[in-house]
Structures are given as C-alpha cells and as structure tokens.
C-alpha cells in the first residue's frame, strides 16, 4: 500500500508562528507552494497557512499582513498524517476535517506535506471522487 512518505512532497518548511502574514505570502511566492505548516517557538505543529487564508482573514478582513503574526490564523490543533500512513488512512484524515493539505510527520518531525492531487493520484479512481465531493460540499 501506498504510504504519505511515497506520495508527499518532501522538505516543507515553516512559517513561524510569530513571523508575519507577509513574511509568509513572500515565503510561499518563493517556494512556489500554496500553504505554510505553522511552527511556534517550541518547533510544535500549530497549523497551516494557506494563501486563501491570507486573502480572505487578513487582506480581506481589512487586516494589516505586515503586522498581523501568522500564528494568530493557527485555529486549534493541527491535523497532521504520519509518514508511514496509507493512503486510505490520507483519505479518511481529509475527509473528516476536510482539508486538502496535510502536514507529515515522522515522531514529531515534519517531513513534507502531502496534497489532494498527490493523493489522487495514488487512489483508485472511484475513491478519488468520494474525496473529492466530500471536500466540496459543506
């Protein structure tokens, strides 16, 4: 079976959590990714940024990127995968918090991130498609 450490992206990097939303967007423009682990000073997994978050929680609530600290979009506790996860256990994972990006760990390492597309490619295809409708209703 198809483990997170085969199908992630590997080498993600963080934002941390007291650096700003704008250090973040710059971070994400130079590595070419569309989201962020969130790390705080105890190198502990606070969530994950991502570029709509800083479009509509900061830009369009009228908010500050420059001073506004990314760690304050960090909402309660981070869903991660571990790296010898399968991809049915991927699955599962986003779909019930309905995400489509999660951070791996291996022990309390972060190690990569895997995606939707990363997932959908190492799925059967009817499985694909209940992961995807799952994410795009509410």
């Known amino acids: 079976?198809?483990?997170?450490?085969?199908i992630m992206t590997g080498g993600a990097q963080c934002i941390g959590a007291e650096e700003t939303v704008l250090d973040a967007a710059r971070k994400m423009k130079d590595l070419g990714v569309g989201a962020l682990p969130i790390c705080g000073t105890d190198n502990k997994l606070k969530?994950?940024?991502t570029d709509r978050d800083?479009?509509?929680k900061v830009l369009g609530a009228g908010k500050d990127?420059?001073?506004?600290p990314a760690g304050?979009?960090?909402q309660g506790e981070a869903v991660t995968i571990g790296a010898d996860d399968d991809a049915e256990e991927?699955?599962?994972t986003m779909t019930a918090h309905k995400v489509r990006r999660l951070p791996v760990i291996d022990?309390?390492?972060l190690v990569g991130m895997v995606a939707l597309a990363d997932v959908a490619r190492s799925l059967p295809d009817p499985k694909v498609g209940d992961l995807v409708q799952a994410l795009s209703t509410d």
Not at 65 to 68: I, K, L, R, V
């Open 54 to 56: 800083v479009v509509v």
């Open 47 to 49: 969530g994950v940024l």
């Open 65 to 68: 990127p420059a001073s506004c």
């Open 107 to 109: 022990g309390h390492d």
């Open 1 to 6: 079976m198809t483990k997170a450490r085969d």
């Open 72 to 74: 304050d979009l960090a």
């Open 90 to 92: 991927i699955l599962r």
